[in-house]
């Protein structure tokens, strides 16, 4: 089936230190999907970080970067230099090619970034 | 202004009585969702809809109806509280347009059942 897998928690790092939180995806029944970072921050709901819908291309918002690679079915997320800020849940998700309904999340990464 | 709300923020509940989630949307988006984030688990679909009137079940719909009166409105009931209903719901706004089905979340909703 369908599905997303992600580093799993809690990942802690200094500021200014980098970042890799790896995301792999199965997409079986999705002839082309789309791919998607939502972060979520203390108190507040999901928002979209990026999104890339073509293979082979990249993504970039606030300093993280993620490549949608189709040969090895992943699409990582990097930062080259975090900060205190950044702390918060990350979240790999899958999406559909066509306005249908559903979109397939990872468990979620929480980060800590210490000072 | 925040595009979706929802209310309330937090709710305590008891065993065996009635939940309403309310979630209100200013996107005009046809596609609203309802979510449940578990530690160890991410976001589990439980229900959504395409529009006024429609509603589907997702992935846990078990133990939960919801109802969409408008565009704007998708509520979340649980008819019978259970503990092990005690979770943070989200709901979501979205529209494929385009290819992409970026959905817009709520702030989520705190429930704890005792």
């Known amino acids: 089936g369908d599905s997303v897998t992600q580093t799993e928690g809690p990942v802690t790092v200094s500021e200014s230190e980098s970042l890799i939180i790896n995301c792999t995806y199965s997409a079986t029944s999705i002839a082309y999907p789309n791919l998607f970072w939502y972060v979520r921050y203390p108190g507040e709901g999901l928002q979209l970080l990026l999104k890339v819908i073509t293979a082979g291309q990249k993504g970039s918002s606030r300093g993280f970067e993620a490549t949608y690679n189709k040969e090895t079915t992943s699409f990582h997320l990097q930062k080259a230099s975090v900060q205190e800020s950044d702390s918060a849940v990350y979240y790999c998700?899958?999406?559909?090619?066509?306005?249908?309904?559903?979109?397939?999340f990872g468990k979620g990464t929480h980060l800590h970034v210490l000072p | 202004e925040a595009a979706v709300t929802q209310s309330p923020r937090n709710k305590v509940a008891v065993t065996g009585g009635k939940v309403t989630l309310s979630c209100n949307q200013t996107n005009n988006h046809n596609n609203m969702y309802w979510y449940r984030q578990d530690t160890g688990h991410g976001l589990r679909l439980i229900h959504y809809s395409y529009g006024a009137g429609s509603t589907e079940k997702g992935d846990i719909p078990d133990g939960y109806k919801a109802s969409r009166p408008s565009q704007e409105n998708f509520s979340l009931i649980l008819e019978l509280a259970t503990p092990s209903q005690t979770s943070v719901y989200f709901c979501?706004?979205?529209?494929?347009?385009?290819?992409?089905?970026?959905?817009?979340f709520g702030p989520g909703t705190r429930l704890t059942v005792l």
């Open positions: 979501a706004s979205g529209d494929g347009t385009g290819g992409a089905l970026e959905q817009y």
């Open positions: 998700a899958l999406g559909p090619d066509t306005n249908a309904y559903k979109v397939i």
